[in-house]
């Protein structure tokens, strides 16, 4: 039987013209090729010459390693590690690619949600403008338009790197642009868009969403970049927000300043939204001031890992300005407790800054009036209202009367929610001021539990974190309870705040085990503090926290009388 020899290098010419649009730094490049001899090769191409002997007659599948060489890219990748970057229109990092090798960068901006943000490399140290970023099309691969004409010389021509045949879309400050783009390993997609920097030049921008990735070598990693080689110009780092950018302002009680002096206390709190990259004032912005695992009425029994939230809501003037009264709760030192203000967008809190307390171990009793009268007047309200609710709280979890042997007891409800939407019971009835059990179970159709999780939401209810309710003087504030991602087939408590005037709505929104929405469930509320009659519940952590809400209440009732 004949033996033929085909010298690789003889089908290098071939392979080049097929596949060098993606030729690159040690890039595998796989390809069919079909030879007269009646038989199949799955080649890789090599760096260098190889024989591979075959048959004739017969039909092989092959698949052979290879690297490719490249004079005029390099590489860049890494993580983003847990250092925090201010929110800037600057650069905050610059490093050279000056060979065509592979640089690994830690990057800080571990304070940044990598969902929300896109890492942008540049040649250029500028204050980035949203306004001079463009979309790219194929004319800009045309030499000397985006890259200089001298890199156009073989297989790994600009226009041979990226394809322009079907765009990549990045969201960029809530804008989509469009781009060339070119796939990296392990399918990192990188694109390209385009920056003016005077009348009739631009300048290459290099766009990758931040995420995790397995990039070059099988190694973990957040960003992969594909870059020309150059000696003379480092490239400039920047994080470009997919949402709107802003900048806040914050001051508490007339002062610029992001802490408060002491827990437990009213403090008059302005926020100012500017636009990130032109300093303008922003109107008709929501901007929400968020507390995370405080002493919150909606949710009175934290679970490690699970956060409870509250989010009081207010849309920005035509200054930009936004006001609000602010109390924070956090007594005694609460683990994972956090206070913050941002911009809410698709009920995301974005641009965040955090806020702090100084005290938070002790109450210290003292006058803190609010003015005008008018404002004073619905804070004490507001304030006693929240202390009736707590009250009640308290004799539930402690000793409800009634009975021969008081015992501390709750509502207990169990509730059954099918993966096609469909639940049962479907008039769940929870009382304002009671410990109010809920157990979900989520099954299929057939029966079978599987697992999920319950998004418990309270809309219009009061906050023990901003001590008023609707001002005059402050103007409309959206009220917003959550407990977040509560896993089904686990016991959580809830406590509507519908009270007097108050007309709260409460909702629990089922997901599966792939965070995938399943249904809403709307609980009728019993907005009556009496009659106190349930099953026996008794739970220490409960009454821990009910005991520390009566704090912060007593101080805030205090300190407005």
């Known amino acids: 039987m ?39 090769l799955t080649i890789t191409l090599l760096s260098k010459a190889d024989n591979l002997n075959v048959i004739s007659g017969n039909i092989y599948a092959t698949k052979l390693n290879g690297i490719g060489s490249t004079n005029q890219w390099g590489g860049a990748m890494g993580r983003i590690n847990y250092n925090s970057v201010p929110l800037t229109t600057r650069p905050f990092f610059a490093r050279f690619i000056d060979s065509p090798n592979i640089v690994y960068n830690s990057l800080s901006g571990g304070n940044l949600k990598m969902s929300e943000y896109n890492l942008v490399i540049m040649n250029r140290n500028i204050s980035f403008n949203m306004s001079l970023l463009y979309n790219t099309t194929s004319s800009d691969l045309n030499p000397g338009v985006l890259f200089p004409s001298s890199m156009y010389n073989g297989a790994d021509d600009p226009d041979k790197t990226f394809d322009c045949s079907s765009k990549s879309i990045f969201q960029i400050n809530g804008k989509n642009f469009s781009a060339c783009h070119v796939n990296l390993l392990q399918d990192v997609n990188m694109g390209l868009l385009k920056y003016k920097i005077d009348s009739t030049h631009y300048t290459p921008v290099y766009i990758v969403d931040t995420s995790d990735y ?5 190694s973990s990693c957040n960003f992969e970049f594909l870059l020309p080689t150059s000696s003379t110009d480092p490239y400039y780092y920047y994080y470009v927000g997919k949402f709107p950018q802003y900048k806040l302002k914050v001051w508490i009680d007339s002062q610029e300043r992001t802490d408060f002096p002491q827990t437990a206390l009213p403090y008059y709190l302005k926020v100012q939204v500017l636009n990130l990259y032109t300093g303008e004032e922003e109107p008709n912005v929501d901007v929400a001031v968020s507390e ?38 956090e007594y005694p030192d609460i683990n994972n407790y956090s206070i913050k203000v941002g911009v809410l967008i698709e009920d995301k809190l974005v641009n965040e800054k955090d806020l702090s307390v100084d005290n938070d171990l002790s109450i210290e009793l003292q006058k803190k009036t609010l003015s005008p009268s008018m404002l004073l007047d619905n804070a004490k309200v507001t304030v006693n209202a929240m202390n009736q609710i707590a009250n009640s709280l308290y004799t539930w979890a402690n000793s409800v009367s009634g009975s021969d042997s008081p015992s ?23 009382q304002t001021g009671a410990p109010n059990v809920i157990d979900v179970t989520l099954k299929t159709p057939s029966g079978q539990v599987v697992d999920g999780y319950v998004k418990a939401e309270e809309d219009k209810g009061y906050l023990v974190m901003n001590p008023t309710y609707n001002s005059s003087s402050l103007g409309y504030k959206e009220h917003i309870h959550n407990l977040l991602w509560m896993p089904t087939q686990h016991q959580f408590v809830i406590t509507p705040t519908s009270y007097g005037s108050v007309n709260s709505t409460v909702n629990l929104e089922v997901y599966d085990s792939s965070y995938a929405y399943i249904t809403t469930v709307k609980l009728n509320i019993n907005p009556n503090l009496e009659p106190r009659s349930g099953s026996s519940y008794n739970n220490d952590n409960l009454k821990v926290i009910i005991n520390s809400m009566d704090v912060v209440l007593n101080s805030l009732y205090y300190s407005l009388n």
């Open 2 to 40: 004949q033996t033929n020899q085909l010298d690789f290098e003889d089908l290098k010419s071939i392979i080049y013209k097929r596949v060098r649009r993606h030729i690159r730094t040690k890039a595998l490049l796989s390809l069919l090729l079909f030879a007269a001899l009646g038989f199949i």
């Open 408 to 430: 501390p007891e709750a509502n207990l409800l169990s509730l059954t929610v099918f993966t096609n939407g469909s639940y049962t019971p479907n008039n769940l009835v929870v």
């Open 214 to 218: 397995t990039c070059y070598n099988d």
């Open 292 to 329: 995370e695992n405080g002493n919150d009425l909606f949710v009175p029994l934290r679970f490690n890992g699970i956060i409870s939230r509250s989010l009081s809501v207010a849309t920005t003037n035509s200054s930009g300005m936004a006001e609000f009264i602010i109390a924070p709760t």
